[in-house]
């Protein structure tokens, strides 16, 4: 008697992405077939075999002929320090433990008239005692490890040309302004910008409304005083104050900032 076969419109096909388990799985039911039907039709065939799979201890490896592929980038963590943060706050602590360097490093009125440009860049490294080194230089780092890992183009760009921004605004519509030193306007000002980048605009999302809002209060705390007295930092010259019209250009260069981002990154997605 003449054994069981599929008709040929019956026959199972074989699955349209093969794999190295179905060859294995047909190679062992081998036996059970019926020796006038092992001659199969094309389409039943065993599939060719392909590269054996080995599961490694992380379930997200898999090595294919001894060939490592690398974890998805959720898998990895990668510390990436803001190096650019890092660098300003160790040139600001090397200028600071050298008290020599001030006079030739800080924004001067006089010595900026002079062509003495630099000081456009080193008088915002330059601070007037530890504790405004310390508030300066602390709040830069937060900012650097917090949004500026995540907005590191932002950050950089800001570092560089926030400077040049906040002094042509104290050298043209400040003359009063005859020093001026310390970081505490660019932190303000990659705070704004950053804080306004991350803010989804859900109103659940309430921290980064909440930083605007202190630093809104902050500003004008400065204001109301005067600049007088430091506001809350004591500086070692008596006749420093806090220069507002500084903190007041970098909110500009920030609000400008986040405008020409937004309207830079709609135009590159219309593209």
Known sequence: MRPFCFPRKN?????????AADASRLKNLR???????????????????LPALRRLRAPSLTAINGAVDSPPPQARFRFRAPWFFCAVAAAALVVQL???????????????????????WTGQIVHFGWPHFVADGGLLLIVGFTLGREFPRDSWVGLLLMPPAICGVLYWLDPTMARYAGLSAVNLGLLLLLAARSWRGDWRDWFWPAIVVIYAVELGYEIWKGGHGGGFIEFDDPGVKVATSAHLAAVGYALVAWGVGAWWRKHALQK
Do not use: K, M, N, Q
Not at 11 to 19: D, L
Not at 35 to 44: G, H, I, K, N, S
């Open 31 to 49: 036996p059970l077939i019926p020796a006038d039907c092992r001659r199969l039709p094309r389409t039943f065939r065993a599939p060719p075999r």
């Open 98 to 120: 050298r008290p020599e360097w001030r006079e030739a490093l800080v924004y001067d009125r006089t010595a900026l008239a002079h062509g003495e440009w630099w000081r456009i």
């Open 11 to 19: 026959r199972p096909r074989s699955p349209r992405f093969p794999v």
